[in-house]
């Protein structure tokens, strides 16, 4: 499948598909819980999606939402989409029909693909739509609708659209919404491209190696780790949802080199029985994100290490949607030493750390990280005064605040807006966060800020604790005190058996609040 025209000396998306198809068409490519395709059946079928799309009207900028659970096919489908200049607009499946409804209307898609056991929400989600989208449907023959079979056509129609250009947006993925409604990123073929070239070196990820992806396929991180392998001319394991014991059989089976691990994940499975018997020695990277404030990542390492992956790395990346899922990366050879860091920029990559007039902090002190980077995202859709915000001067502000340690690498302090202003004093959640979690009884825990009328806020945390332990507030209150100032010590404490998060592993700061009402 040769690109048709010129796009000069850009490389796209697809690129990545031709290039595997002349160098590597006989390996394996894509696998999930029901095939296996090589490079040579991947593009094969990546054809025949292109074919059915243009006879279907999807042209250059059109949109094709998608509301499912993870599949072979979905991927399948943003290559032939990216093909023809054409944008995935993927849809978190665990919203409600309302928010589902919200997000179509903002981003109008021309096809929506379901399939059965979405698809009374996905009709729900279009009741009520100006223009609704054509529903294409997995698995529900009964249904009466466009058959997901239909968009695999043999004969290519007599025109296809032009060939894509690199500032052709590609995918538009919404943010997680966990402080308002969610909006929708705008992703160039220019972005994905540069900030995987700019990431491979720094995870030192082989030729052939294959990744295993349980994060859904309406994140980020699902799809900026496949490209990585993709360019490798690696494989990626496809797995409809996390299982524990799903996720260390694939990894024997199918000799599984690399995956993302958000904590839940990870204690997941080294806690698990099936853990005792595992196999996984071919593994040899965990990317993580500095979401959970203990060592669990060193305890992780070990229990791999354990079971047979004597070249494990760990890698910890810090990015986010609208900037790059690798805006900084604390390399393999650095992350034992100091796995709580966000580690250093990668190649291509501007980061600063700047104070609310866009002005540089001196290094040691807190400034909001702001990035200038082609990973930058084009804008939100249809969102003009919520791009102004995020995008000030050419810098996209994080809303993260950072600090630079001596030995010039980089500290993930908190989310600006969990800053708790508490008598006049700043307090840092994730400062309080991080002491908690040292306590023996404090699996995981979250902090907030609360309203107060004689302190403006009052710190308060939301607990989980280890089996067994016994909730004492006061204990744990005394146990803070003794480590950071007083006015930093969780006044109110909530024990609960689980946080809420996002797929993503961010714990839901709006949520927590509720807790305490």
């Known amino acids: 499948m040769l690109r048709e025209g010129s796009a000069g000396s850009e490389f796209l998306l697809g690129d990545i598909l031709r290039s595997n198809l002349c160098w590597e068409p006989d390996r394996l490519a894509l696998i999930d819980r029901r095939r296996s395709l090589t490079w040579a059946e991947f593009g094969a079928e990546v054809e025949r999606l292109r074919n059915g799309l243009v006879a279907m009207g999807v042209c250059r900028g059109t949109r094709v939402a998608v509301l499912d659970r993870n599949r072979g096919e979905t991927v399948l489908l943003h290559y032939a989409l990216a093909s023809l200049g054409a944008v995935l607009a993927p849809i978190n499946m665990w919203l409600r029909a309302a928010e589902v409804h919200y997000i179509l209307g903002v981003s109008q898609p021309f096809l929506l693909v379901t399939s059965a056991e979405f698809l009374a929400l996905s009709q729900a989600a279009c009741d009520g739509l100006a223009v609704p989208p054509r529903l294409v449907v997995h698995d529900a023959p009964e249904s009466g609708l466009t058959p997901w079979e239909a968009l695999l056509v043999d004969r290519a129609p007599a025109r296809m659209p032009a060939p894509e250009s690199w500032e052709d947006p590609h995918l538009i993925l919404h943010t997680s919404g966990t402080t308002g409604r969610p909006k929708g990123a705008v992703l160039s073929h220019k972005r994905s491209v540069l900030d995987a070239l700019n990431a491979l070196p720094a995870f030192g990820i082989r030729r052939f190696e294959r990744f295993y992806c349980y994060m859904p396929l309406f994140h980020t991180g699902a799809w900026d780790y496949l490209k990585l392998y993709f360019m490798q001319q690696g494989a990626a394991y496809i797995a409809d949802r996390f299982e524990p014991v799903e996720a260390i059989h694939a990894i024997r089976e199918h000799r599984l080199n690399g995956m993302f691990g958000v904590p839940r994940v990870l204690r997941q499975m080294i806690e698990n029985a099936a853990w005792a018997e595992a196999d996984m020695s071919s593994m040899r990277l965990i990317a993580y994100a500095n979401y959970d404030p203990s060592n669990l990542i060193l305890k992780v390492h070990a229990a791999f290490r354990e079971r047979g992956a004597r070249e494990l790395g760990i890698a910890n990346a810090y990015g986010l949607t609208e900037g790059g899922p690798y805006i900084t990366i604390l390399r393999p050879e650095d992350a034992l030493a100091r796995p709580q ?3 250093v ?23 909001e990280i702001c990035i200038r980077s082609p990973a930058v995202m084009t804008g939100y859709l249809n969102r003009p005064e919520a791009t102004a915000e995020a995008l000030v001067d050419g810098w996209l502000k994080t809303g993260d605040l950072g600090r630079i340690d001596a030995e010039g690498f980089l500290h993930l302090v908190d989310r600006k ?16 966060e991080n002491t908690l979690v040292e306590h023996d009884d404090v699996r995981e825990c979250a902090v907030i800020g609360l309203p107060d009328d004689d302190y403006g806020e009052q710190v308060a945390a939301a607990v989980v604790l280890r089996s067994g332990a016994a909730p004492d507030a006061e204990a744990l209150a005394a146990f803070v005190r003794g480590r950071i100032a007083g006015f930093k010590t969780p006044r109110r404490f909530v024990f609960v058996e689980d946080l809420p998060k996002t797929p993503a592993g961010k714990i839901k700061k709006h949520e927590i609040k509720v807790l305490f009402e």
């Not at 920029?345 to 400034?367: C, F, I, S, Y």
């Not at 807006?417 to 309080?432: L, P, T, W, Y």
């Open 417 to 432: 807006k969990d800053m708790i202003r508490s008598g006049g004093e700043n307090v840092f959640a994730k400062e309080v």
């Open 341 to 343: 860091s966000i580690g």
């Open 345 to 367: 920029p990668v190649p291509g990559v501007q980061v600063m750390l700047l104070d609310d007039a866009m002005r540089p902090v001196p290094r040691g002190e807190t400034g």
